[in-house]
């Protein structure tokens, strides 16, 4: 069910939200937090998608921040519940003219009380993210840094103004080829790595911070190299005195795990979507300090 409203005000739509739960039923029971989406210059729709399917994991209240863009000074709004709203309520903010400007003032009355807060930039990400007007209310950040033109301009600026709570998608989409060097070299007699090859799509922020991590954590070369005719990691190589660890995934689906004097292992390990990545981050509030670490590490090894 959508309530439109237009020309509104932030009292007339938790009005409307009152009389939304009467119809329906009470509805925010077990709300865990509030997912703040400042969609500016993202796909509305899709980023509304991805934040429905991570609401039936994690129940919240939505409040998506997409600016329309006119210049006369006004507020539409729109009120998803039921079957539009995945497992939460979706407040859409359409603010145009000065309350473009005003993103905090729109968004406090909305917050569920007594929930955590957090921040979802799905494009744009801003320079200093603990202090844009929605990332100052947050205890957790999360930016995509994955559709930026300059991926490592910006990392760094990322890494200038970051604050514990940060994370960035780019970082969550490696969680798994992180899990699984890690584990294969544990598995090494001598865990020495002299060099590591990653191999991959252009322009890859997961790749950057991926080679800073391999760099800090084991103190050896990095050999990236980028084909634009793919998309994601395609193989991964770490060069170890017993011989090559390797993670090759060519058809962007299935990998072959190849180690030193062991078979050849087939593990499947398709490309991570946003909504496998919001859902993860949504599972921690508290700090990520090894993101923090990885991310400090790329600015000093580029600067």
Not at 43 to 56: F, G, K, L, P, T
Not at 103 to 128: F, G, N, R, S, Y
Not at 143 to 171: F, I, N, Y
Request: some cysteine.
């Amino acid at each position: 069910m959508i309530f439109t409203l237009p020309q509104t005000t932030t009292v007339e739509i938790n009005r409307v939200l009152v009389e939304s739960r009467k119809e329906g039923g009470v509805i925010t029971l077990g709300r865990v937090m509030t997912l703040v989406v400042d969609a500016t210059g993202a796909d509305v729709e899709h980023a509304i998608a991805s934040a429905n399917v991570a609401s039936r994991e994690h129940p919240c209240r939505i409040i998506v921040f997409a600016p329309a863009g006119a210049s006369e000074d006004r507020l539409d709004a729109e009120i998803r519940v039921g079957g539009d709203a995945g497992a939460s309520e979706v407040i859409v903010l359409r603010p145009s003219g000065e309350q473009i400007r005003h993103a905090d003032t729109l968004v406090t009355p909305l917050l569920l009380p007594d929930a955590p807060i957090v921040a979802w930039w799905p494009a744009a990400v801003p320079d200093a993210v603990s202090q844009a007007p929605l990332g100052q209310m947050a205890q957790r950040r999360i930016t995509d840094s994955k559709g930026e033109s300059h991926p490592a301009a910006t990392l760094r600026a990322l890494a200038a103004g970051h604050r514990p709570g940060d994370t960035d998608l780019a970082w969550t989409r490696v969680t798994r080829w992180r899990a699984l060097l890690a584990s294969a070299l544990e598995q090494m007699t001598d865990q020495r790595v002299t060099r590591a090859r990653i191999h991959g799509d252009t322009n890859s922020p997961s790749i950057l911070l991926l080679g800073a991590w391999l760099k800090r954590a084991l103190g050896c070369d990095i050999e990236a190299t980028y084909d634009d005719r793919v998309a994601g990691l395609q193989h991964i190589v770490l060069e170890t005195p017993s011989g090559e660890i390797g993670i090759f995934r060519p058809d962007g689906h299935h990998a072959t795990l190849t180690q030193p004097g062991q078979p050849n292992h087939m593990i499947a390990l398709r490309p991570r979507t946003l909504n496998d990545c919001l859902a993860e981050e949504l599972r921690r509030l508290d700090d990520d300090p090894v993101y923090g670490e990885v991310l400090a590490a790329f600015a000093d090894q580029t600067s």
